[in-house]
């Protein structure tokens, strides 16, 4: 195969023409935009007018605060959150272990009150699995609890779910590296910490990465649609990995005999980007934590990759991934 088939959005999807070319915008207004003089000034009003343009094309009428990307995006809002105690669920990125080492994960004893903030995806980036985050927003609400959800797999994609924070990260739908936001629904959740942002946030606002990201999000066109995708997966479907309901974008495929690890040595040479449900970590293969929290059995793990389709994958490379996959043995 001469050409190489990317289906590793997941991790990474390519920078849209339109994020591009707000990057390019925003590096022609170079000047600082905290900055009180006129350049400055004119910096200040496109990133403002860029804040406004991802609120309006998420559905958010909240306040949104630009981060580096997902990871300082959870940090934020998990470690300043004014709420005391922080639950996890088991499944969550790693990122949200790194903000709270130890974290205590949700479980059916767990007591939620105003005093609580607890942290749910909205969409696994292992599995594709779909959270009810709408279904525990309305509870935690009663409780007077807050509840976090990470939306990295599911911003730009899937309507956001109505939770009090949301993590999005510019580069899973195809804007630039290095931009991210959290979006609050009160700035009184959280403990300000001065500088930047609305004084929630230290560093010098990223202009040309906030309005790469308004104009990804703006453009939203897929080179698939809905029923491409379905007929991809359903080729598939005795070898997905499904855990309830699941996104058409994501796909754990676990094959019968052969490791991750091989399977990925084996579709590279092939020509195709994917990635390993599964990690290996100095030289030793390890069970996924997410896999593991979701009960999947260790021999089952170990023979599970992720494909992952974004805006950019077309049917074509879907079908040639398909055969490609057939063929292994």
Partial sequence: MTDRIYLDHAATSPLRPEALAGVQEGLSLWANPSSPHGEGRRAKQA??????????ALGWDGEVIFTSGASEAIALGLQRSKAQRRIV???????????LPGAQTVDDESVFDENTILAVQHVNSETGTIHPVDDMAAKLRQAGAVLLSDCSQSAGKLALPDADMLVVSAHKFGGPIGIGALLVRDFALLEPVGGHERGYRQGTENLPGALGMAAALEAGEWATD?????????????????????????????HPTMSAQALLIRLDAMGFAVSAGSACSSGTLKKSRVLDAFGVADEVAARTIRVSIGWSTTAEELENFAEAWKSLN
Avoid: C, M
């Fill in 47 to 56: 990133l403002e007018d860029a804040r406004e343009r991802i609120g309006r």
């Fill in 89 to 99: 669920s088991a499944v969550e990125h790693d990122a949200v272990f790194r903000a």
């Fill in 226 to 254: 809905a029923s491409e995708r379905a007929q991809f997966l359903e080729a598939l479907a005795e070898h997905r990995l499904t855990i309830g309901e699941s996104v058409d974008y994501i796909a754990a495929l676990t």
